[in-house]
């Protein structure tokens, strides 16, 4: 158990719909990360947050977007799916997001889009 | 050509082997993390290098900073090693990590 928590754990939806995941980082973690995993693929990285405010963007689509709140937990909000974005969607955490930081995974939250 | 790149992209071996998996990469890098991704998806971080050799039980982690190269080893290897391991580098020039493809690894009993 690496202390970062998502839910939920799998999520089923349409087309043209919009969800959230959620995350909530190991205890003292100040940086959280968002990952995505399609089918047979590596990990793309989404973008990151520390502290509150976003510190680095990968390759993350307009139609998504996070945001990290004060008790620092953090949501990933995915709109106007397309079949594309079903994947599972990884959280982790690290004390400060930076240079020598190890990251902590949570279970990821497997996202099919129908 | 990718900056980070891993081999073997599949290995099978039978239990007990001695198993070595590659990572060379082409960025500067601050760290190196080796991570490990089991059949249901869940990821585990199994070591962070910036230098030299990490052991944890029977998992070694060497990284030579001039070649731009790590491995990770295996001793007796097991069933239960079966996964999918991750080399993923810490640029020194943002804050993303890059990663590798993977390597799928089965062991057979």
């Known amino acids: 158990d690496s202390g970062v928590t998502q839910t939920p754990k799998h999520l089923i939806t349409a087309t043209g719909q919009r969800v959230t995941l959620r995350c909530s980082p190991r205890?003292?973690?100040?940086?959280v990360y968002w990952y995505q995993q399609s089918l047979d693929q590596g990990l793309q990285f989404l973008i990151q947050?520390?502290?509150?405010?976003?510190?680095a963007k990968g390759n993350i689509l307009e139609r998504f977007s996070a945001q990290q709140f004060p008790d620092l937990h953090s949501e990933l909000n995915l709109s106007s799916l397309e079949l594309g974005d079903s994947a599972l969607y990884f959280c982790?955490?690290?004390?400060?997001?930076?240079?020598?930081?190890?990251?902590?995974f949570g279970p990821g939250t497997r996202l099919t889009v129908l | 050509k990718n900056e980070v790149e891993q081999s073997p992209q599949n290995l099978t071996a039978q239990e007990g082997e001695f198993i070595t998996i590659n990572c060379s990469y082409s960025?500067?890098?601050?760290?190196l993390h080796w991570l490990q991704q089991h059949p249901g998806g869940g990821i585990v971080s199994l070591f962070m290098l910036s230098s030299g050799k990490k052991k944890h039980g029977r998992l070694i982690a060497t990284i030579n900073i001039q070649e731009k190269h790590s491995s990770l080893h295996i001793t007796a290897s097991h069933p239960r090693d079966s996964a999918v391991y991750i080399c993923a580098v810490k640029s020194l020039s943002n804050y993303q990590l890059i990663w590798g493809a993977g390597t799928k690894l089965i062991i057979k009993p």
């Open positions: 982790a955490s690290s004390v400060e997001g930076a240079g020598t930081d190890t990251q902590y």
């Open positions: 205890s003292g973690d100040l940086s």
């Open positions: 947050y520390y502290n509150g405010e976003e510190r």
């Open positions: 960025v500067g890098i601050s760290a």
